[in-house]
Each structure stands twice: as structure tokens, then as C-alpha cells.
């Protein structure tokens, strides 16, 4: 599976983005995308997850009620709509991909991803 993010940018506090991963090369029936931020000096985490099976999506508490992360099945891509963004949203976002339906336990592990996609830089700052 090959995965390619974009949509990544400068924007002020308040804005909004709308980062895009288009998948390619993926044939399974079933699969989990997730999109993780990574900000200087910290670790990789779960930012929200979407998975095909029954269409049910996952947040960090982090995000909740500010991110929507969405699928559009024809363009096989996956989007992360980001809205009142802060400062701390800062980060290279990567979006990630799994065969099958991972549980809830499992979705905030990045080593529970198998393949991933180059990261797309979100700046927040005025």
C-alpha cells in the first residue's frame, strides 16, 4: 500500500485545514486508517482513525469535536478536516494504514500500522 498525504500548511490560530491521504495498491476488503502528529522532540501519536468495516471513526481527546477524519471511497482517500486549530496542533502529520479492523486498544500504537505515508507539516501560529 503506498499512501501519500498532502494539504499541510501555515495557518493562524483558529484556522482550519483539510489534510488529504490518497491510497494506492490497496486491495483488502477490510482496513484501519489512522492519521498520527509528531511534533519536534516528542513522540509519534494517534491523532483519529477511520475503519472500513463498519465505517466507525476513533478520536484523541485531544481533538474531539475539533478534527473530523472522513472517507471518500471513490478517490480512495482519507481526510482529517482540522477546525479551530491551536498552536499546540503543531506537527508533521502522517496518515497510516492497517489490513483489517483494529480495536480501540490498538489504534493509539503507531507500531500497529503497517504502512504510512511522508509527512505533511501543519504550522499554527499567528
Known amino acids: 500500500v503506498q499512501l501519500q498525504a498532502s494539504g499541510g500548511g501555515l495557518v493562524q490560530p483558529g484556522g482550519s485545514l483539510r489534510l488529504s491521504c490518497v491510497a494506492s495498491?490497496?486491495?483488502?476488503?477490510?482496513?484501519?486508517m489512522g492519521w498520527f502528529r509528531q511534533a519536534p522532540g516528542n513522540e509519534r501519536e494517534f491523532v483519529a482513525a477511520f475503519r472500513s468495516s463498519d465505517g466507525s471513526t476513533s478520536y484523541a481527546d485531544s481533538v474531539k469535536g475539533r478534527f473530523t477524519i472522513s472517507r471518500d471511497r471513490a478517490k480512495n482517500t482519507v481526510y482529517l478536516q482540522m477546525n479551530s486549530l491551536k498552536p499546540e496542533d503543531t506537527a508533521v502529520y502522517y496518515c497510516a494504514s492497517e489490513p483489517g479492523r483494529l480495536i480501540t486498544s490498538r489504534l493509539r500504537d503507531a507500531n500497529n500500522f503497517s504502512s504510512w505515508g511522508q509527512g505533511t507539516q501543519v504550522t499554527v501560529s499567528s
Open positions: 495498491g490497496q486491495t483488502f476488503s477490510s482496513y484501519t
